[in-house]
């Protein structure tokens, strides 16, 4: 059984950073393409954050520069450093991984087709 468990997340003021940790089970870590990070504020579509694979990583315009993604691949791990961090990042973050290798940006969901349950984040101006 796959699973992805994302932790890290919790209540900061603006300015300030978190680190967010995903770690997947149940599959081989050679058998990810790549991973990535999503958020969804309320009443707001998922978006894509950030994402990490092939030796890229891939960022949304409104984290470049404050935000930075990285990979453990042995032990099946991905991070998302949060630096700067501003009210509008107020959402749940969830981590995300391509297990079949699909064509799709690295930043559209529908590349990914496993999921973890989430971690708020949420910064206070």
């Known amino acids: 059984q796959v699973q992805l468990v994302e932790s890290g997340g919790g209540s900061v003021q603006a300015g300030g950073s978190l680190r967010l940790s995903c770690v997947a089970s149940g599959y081989d870590y050679y058998m990810a393409y790549g991973m990535a990070w999503f958020r969804q504020a309320p009443g707001k579509e998922r978006e894509g954050v950030a994402a990490i694979g092939g030796g890229k990583t891939f960022y949304a315009d409104s984290v470049k520069g404050r935000f930075t993604i990285s990979r453990d691949v042995p032990k099946n791990t991905a991070h998302l450093q949060m630096n700067s961090l501003k009210s509008e990042d107020t959402a749940v973050y969830y981590c995300?991984?391509?297990?079949?290798?699909?064509?799709?940006?690295?930043?559209?969901?529908?590349?990914?087709?496993?999921w973890g349950q989430g971690t708020q984040v949420t910064v206070s101006s």
């Open positions: 995300a991984s391509d297990t079949r290798g699909t064509q799709f940006p690295p930043l559209q969901s529908s590349k990914y087709n496993y």
